[in-house]
């Protein structure tokens, strides 16, 4: 199977949590799937259909901490702006708050879209990842033939939150897998299981209503280890499919 692999590397990246407003803005480990989506049309210039775009990814960083930022809360008011007769409607109040930053973020970006390579090679927009002043470079950018194994390790990604049976590494988290920009950018969230150490596919449970799949996709050009290389865990963005997992339907 032929996949366009795309390796971004930037100083810093934050991602926040949306139901945080104020006070505190903690940040995902792992880019949710809704800002993996947005980077895609960030280079390509436009908003492209997400039906039957897959992706997977290996996302690492050097070192997290707190930075202070402000915002300006904004209200009504009522009368005269000082030393003037116009009318005054609204004032602003300065709020610090901390926001956590990731340090020295790497994403290798797995798409089974092996003909937006040109697009990523001269992405349309600077390129982000996060908020818009976390600027990334694009270091390496190729059409990568992922092939097909009876085993494989997985590490800095995520999994299909089902998958929590199988494997005790990790951690759930509620993450935004779709914003529809259709619907004035109503987002729809998914179940993720973020998993950082790595983990053998040899020491996944097996379960009756969970098997695990006999073949995996791997990338056969990192590091080995225990005679295999990194499983690729493919996403959707919309369907009913959700989280393809490993399954090497995609090939």
Known sequence: MQVLRVTAEGPTTSFRYPHFMYGIQPSYEMPPP????????????????????????????????????????????TGKLKGTRLPKTTEAEM???????????????????????????SPRYAVALGRSQDLFTYTDVRILDMQLSSKAYFEHTLLPYGMNLQTGAGYAALMPRYLDYQRRRAPVFERYLVLKRRVHSDELVKVDDLREPRRYLVDATTEEDRGTHLGIVFHSFIGDEGSVGTLASLA
């Open 34 to 77: 809704a800002t993996i989506y947005g980077h895609i049309c960030n280079a390509l210039g436009e908003w492209v259909d997400p039906a039957g775009v897959f992706f997977g990814y290996h996302f690492t960083f050097s070192a997290m901490f707190d930075d202070v930022e402000h915002v300006l809360l904004l209200r009504r008011s």
């Open 95 to 121: 709020i610090p708050f901390k926001r956590t930053i990731l340090f020295r973020p790497k994403l290798v970006l797995y798409i089974n879209r092996p003909e937006w390579e040109c697009s990523f090679r």
